[in-house]
């Protein structure tokens, strides 16, 4: 049995650059949800799906954010023209169902320069 | 505004004493509260969790009381282990938001031999 994960573990990326994050939740879990951590914080939620759909974005998501599941399996995160402030833990967590315990992966650790 | 306070950043205890740590929240629609440890490199993993209908729960060598009132919820860990060294995260669920966590900052807890 494989737990949650997610590819790359490390990225360091100039400022301006896009950058993509890849998520592949337990196999039958069908909600998946994307936090953010940065320095001494706990993670901050950003955003959910429940297979295919994306219910739920927060405030955090900005415009420069884009989430998808395309297939209600694994899920993208990408971040266009990054900024140093997007240098953070970017974990990824997924859910059997709606009030289901949510396993974590071991997180992309991004680095903006 | 944080919704979820850890206001102890670290805590060290002596192996075999009791570790208890801290949480105070703040909105009252939460309903489920939970525990995660966090080490080096990895996601945070479940520990113990408590609806808002108990005021205590117990696993092994984990409690977690519950005081509504007082919007406060600690963990006491009997007896403390070297291997309990990790990050602890507090966080809640509302009753009215899907599954959307909200975590407290963290307190790094360090067991000494």
């Keep these: ?113 | 505004d944080q919704q979820v306070k850890q206001n102890s950043p670290s805590l060290s205890v002596q192996e075999g004493r009791i570790s208890i740590l801290n949480c105070d929240y703040t909105n009252s629609m939460f309903d489920y509260f939970l525990w995660y440890k966090k080490y080096p490199a990895e996601g945070p993993t479940f520990l113990i969790s408590i609806s808002s209908i108990k005021d205590k729960n117990e696993d092994g060598r984990f409690t977690v009381f519950l005081n509504k009132s007082a919007k406060h919820l600690s963990l006491h860990i009997v007896p403390s282990q070297p291997g309990d060294s990790a990050v602890y995260f507090c966080a809640a669920r509302p009753n009215n938001a899907g599954n959307m966590l909200t975590f407290g900052g963290g307190t790094r807890l360090m067991v000494k031999p």
């Design chain 1, 1 to 113: 049995d494989t737990g949650v994960s997610q590819n790359p573990r490390h990225k360091i990326t100039k400022r301006g650059q896009n950058v993509t994050f890849r998520c592949d939740p337990i196999s039958e879990h069908n909600r998946l949800y994307w936090y953010r951590q940065t320095l001494g914080q706990g993670p901050e939620f950003l955003t959910y799906f429940q297979n295919e759909a994306q219910l739920e974005k927060s405030r955090l998501l900005s415009d420069r954010f884009s989430a998808e599941r395309p297939k209600g399996s694994f899920s993208t995160l990408e971040i266009q023209r990054t900024e140093q402030g997007d240098s953070a833990m970017y974990l990824c967590a997924s859910s059997l169902d709606s009030y289901g315990m949510q396993y974590f992966g071991p997180g992309t650790r991004l680095t903006v320069t």
